[in-house]
């Protein structure tokens, strides 16, 4: 059973989507990295749904759907962003900097 | 068989998803996080779980991608210098993800049998003695009752209350959509 690569592949693309995060200042490009984190650990669910039961997928779907719903609440976001000030540079999106 | 499909796209799946943080445009990663969501879906078919295969394809390499990729094109970026931050940026990264990749490192060590010990070991947590009797129950549940068939009885039965809590965070993130994309309210 292919239970502990898998969840090290899971661990992996995790550490891929936060270095992406910490990395980008596209803001786009930050939402496809947290993409990215949701779709490990979905996989982190689908391998130990081999071991506990079809419950798991249910998680997985459940975060796909909560996914989803973040996707198109952020993207509305960063329109409304976009049409402020002409940019989605994180770098200067800086209002609440203090 | 299925460890060497298992491996090949898990391969491309960790290749795919570096080339998208490092690509410099936007539509080019994307297109790499769309090559990640598929050889995902292969992935999750090699670990018995074909339904959600399939589901994440429609949905995540159908659905999501496209709708990042319409942002993409109304926002009309055109061509803009790289967003990668400097190098202080690159060291908090370098730290922030080489400690997560410590901790989680160790999630390869599991197997089902251990998985079961710590379980058991941890009182009231699930229902552990029939959860992990054989470390092959989704196998079975597939078995008995078809790929699709295995699913529905947990939805509709165990999990029905969240499964219409779902379709409430649907109509309110329809709304939150309409409300912040409208110009003026």
């Not at chain 2, 390869?108 to 947590?125: K, N, W």
Request: positive net charge.
């Amino acid at each position: 059973m292919l239970l502990g690569p898998a969840l090290g592949l899971s661990a992996i693309l995790f550490t891929i989507g936060v270095a992406g995060v910490l990395l980008r200042r596209n803001a786009i490009v930050l939402f496809m990295c947290v993409e990215l984190m949701l779709n490990a650990v979905n996989l982190a669910f689908v391998a130990l749904a081999q071991v506990y039961g079809v419950g798991a997928y249910l998680i997985a779907f459940f975060v796909m759907t909560v996914a989803a719903a973040e996707a198109a609440v952020g993207l509305a976001i960063i329109l409304a962003v976009f049409r402020h000030n002409q940019s989605i540079d994180l770098q200067n999106i800086n209002l609440l900097h203090g | 068989m299925t460890e060497v499909v298992f491996y090949i796209f898990g391969g491309i799946a960790v290749l795919s998803a570096a080339m998208c943080v490092l690509q410099r445009t936007a539509v080019g990663a994307l297109i790499w996080l769309v090559q990640v969501m598929l050889s995902l879906g292969v992935v999750f078919v090699t670990l018995q779980g074909q339904f959600i295969g399939l589901i994440q394809i429609l949905v995540y390499a159908g659905a999501i991608m496209v709708l990042f990729l319409f942002i993409i094109m109304l926002l009309n970026l055109g061509r803009v210098g790289t967003d990668i931050r400097g190098p202080a940026g690159v060291a908090a990264m370098l730290v922030l993800a080489g400690l997560i990749a410590a901790e989680l490192g160790g999630l390869m060590a599991y197997s089902p049998a251990r998985i079961g010990r710590e379980v058991r070991a941890s009182a009231g947590v699930v229902e552990a003695g029939a959860a992990f009797a054989g470390g092959r129950a989704a196998q079975e549940a597939t078995a008995a009752r078809g790929v699709v068939g295995g699913v529905a009885p947990p939805l509709f039965d165990t999990y029905l209350v969240p499964f219409e809590i779902t379709s409430l965070l649907l109509l309110a993130a329809i709304v939150g959509t309409v409300v912040l994309a409208k110009r003026k309210v």
